[in-house]
C-alpha cells in the first residue's frame, strides 16, 4: 500500500527541469552582455544630444533620461511657438501686400531747392506710368539727375532723381508737382501715352519673364535696394 502512495504521489508532481547545457549557459552571458553594451551605447549617444552639463555634476541613467524627455519637450514648444510666429508673419504680409495693392498706384514727391525727388510706387502692369512721368520732367525744363526702381512681389517702386534750372526752380517745381499728381491720380486714361524717347529708352519695364535688375539713365546711376 505505502509502494502504491508513494508511486501516484510521484505522478502527481512535475518532473524537475533537465539541467542546462554548458554551452547554453555561455550563450545566455554573451546575449546579456551585448545588450548591456547596446544599452550603454544608446545613452551615450542620448547624453551627446542633450544640452552641455556641468562636469562637477554626475548624473545616472535615470537622471539622463528624464532630462532627455525635458528637453525634447522643450524642443516642442519652440518649435510651436516659431510655427505660431511664421503664420503670424505670412499673415501679416498678404495683409500688407493686399493694403498697398488697394493704394497703388502711390506718388511721393520732395522738393529741396532745386533738386526733386520722385517715387512711384505702381503694380507690375502700371510701367507706362514712368514713361510718362519721364517725359514731363524735360518739358518742364528739369533735368534728370538718376533714375532706378526695384521690384518687391508684385509691386515696383521707381526713383527719380531731377535738377530743376535755377531761372524756373520756383514756379517750375510746383507746376512739375502739379502735373505729376494729375498724372497719376487724375484719368490716365485721358493721358497720352506716346513712344519713349531716347532718353528712356536705357529704361525696361519690369516683366514676368525679366529679370528685375535696376538700370539707368547715366554712370551717376545709384541703386535704391527696397
Do not use: C
Amino acid at each position: 500500500m505505502e509502494g502504491n502512495r508513494e508511486i501516484r504521489q510521484w505522478q502527481t508532481q512535475p518532473p524537475p527541469p533537465p539541467p542546462l547545457a554548458a554551452g547554453t549557459k555561455v550563450e545566455r552571458k554573451v546575449m546579456e552582455k551585448n545588450r548591456r553594451n547596446q544599452m550603454k551605447l544608446l545613452y551615450s549617444k542620448l547624453k551627446s544630444l542633450l544640452p552641455d552639463q556641468p562636469s562637477n555634476v554626475a548624473m545616472n541613467v535615470s537622471d539622463q533620461v528624464e532630462e532627455a524627455i525635458n528637453y525634447i519637450k522643450s524642443l516642442e514648444t519652440k518649435l510651436k511657438r516659431q510655427q505660431e510666429k511664421k503664420e503670424w508673419l505670412l499673415r501679416s504680409g498678404r495683409s500688407s501686400s493686399d493694403d498697398v495693392g488697394r493704394n497703388l498706384p502711390e506718388l511721393k514727391i520732395r522738393e529741396m531747392g532745386s533738386a526733386v525727388e520722385v517715387v512711384l510706387t505702381s503694380g507690375l502692369g502700371d510701367w507706362f506710368i514712368f514713361y510718362q512721368i519721364i517725359h514731363i520732367f524735360p518739358e518742364e525744363r528739369a533735368q534728370i539727375i538718376n533714375a532706378s526702381y526695384s521690384v518687391l512681389g508684385t509691386t515696383v517702386f521707381y526713383t527719380l532723381h531731377a535738377e530743376i534750372e535755377d531761372v524756373v526752380y520756383e514756379f517750375g517745381a510746383r507746376k512739375l508737382t502739379e502735373r505729376l499728381k494729375k498724372l497719376v491720380y487724375g484719368s490716365t486714361s485721358d493721358a497720352e501715352i506716346t513712344q519713349p524717347s531716347a532718353a528712356a529708352s536705357y529704361i525696361h519695364p519690369p516683366g514676368a519673364a525679366a529679370a528685375y535688375t535696376p538700370t539707368t539713365y547715366n554712370p551717376h546711376f545709384r541703386s535704391h535696394e527696397i
